[in-house]
């Protein structure tokens, strides 16, 4: 099966930078994904790393290092429309390439 | 980019009747979408695999006879919560493959359907 873990909670400051971190086990890891999710709404993709690295896309990025089975998001410049919920999720090559999310961290951006 | 459509995006319906959730890929053809399950405050839960002209894949613990699901077109997959019971209130969001970008926005979610059963 699948597992991950992330923090549950986060609390920053506005104009901060927060690292929320994901640690995962499977064994067809494919890739891994970010996602947000805002209270009441559905999870919008941020950013999706198959390869070890960093990814930057503008204020956010990604990092993934498979050796360790790591990963993590970095938010720079923390706004107030921030604060949400950030998933870490992998995607699995066995059973059509299905996406298993991590419980989620909640994230309070204070002004 | 990929656009995935899903109906309703809420309703309220009284125990024991049925209630179909509809999600559709607008812009692109889907061979394979998922459904998960969302409760207050927790993860998404991936319910089942849907796959075009096949019987879906329901992960471990999920009643297929309860939930069913049906992807009779490339654009289209159902899922219908059967004889709805009070626990089964919950936000269910669909997620389409893009076949063609599996890349960066290989996956994109329908808006969700808050489901309330009293």
């Known amino acids: 099966g699948q597992s991950l873990e992330q923090p549950s909670e986060v609390t920053a400051v506005e104009g901060a930078i927060v690292q929320i971190n994901c640690t995962y086990q499977?064994?067809?890891?494919?890739?891994l994904s970010w996602y947000q999710q805002h209270d009441g709404g559905a999870p919008t993709f941020l950013s999706y790393?198959?390869?070890?690295g960093l990814e930057e896309t503008g204020r956010f990025s990604s990092f993934l290092s498979r050796s360790d089975s790591y990963g993590y998001l970095l938010l720079q410049e923390l706004q107030m429309k921030d604060s949400a919920s950030y998933f870490c999720a992998v995607r699995d090559r066995t059973g059509g390439f299905k996406t298993i999310f991590g419980a989620g961290t909640r994230l309070f951006v204070k002004a | 980019g990929a656009v995935v459509s899903q109906h309703p995006s809420w309703v309220i319906c009284k125990s024991g009747t049925s209630v179909k959730i509809e999600c559709r890929s607008l812009?692109?053809?889907?061979?394979?979408m998922f459904w998960y399950r969302q409760f207050p405050k927790q993860s998404l839960m991936l319910m089942a695999t849907s796959n075009e002209g096949s019987k879906a894949t329901y992960e471990q613990g999920v009643e297929k006879d309860k939930f069913l699901i049906n992807h009779a077109s490339l654009t289209l997959s159902t899922l219908t919560v059967t004889s709805a019971h009070p626990e089964d209130s919950s936000f269910y969001i669909c997620?389409?493959?893009?076949?063609?970008?599996?890349?960066?926005?290989?996956?994109?979610f329908g808006s969700g359907t808050r489901l309330t059963v009293v």
């Open positions: 812009d692109f053809q889907a061979t394979t």
């Open positions: 997620s389409a493959l893009d076949p063609f970008n599996t890349g960066l926005d290989g996956y994109t």
């Open positions: 790393n198959a390869l070890d």
């Open positions: 499977t064994s067809g890891f494919y890739g």
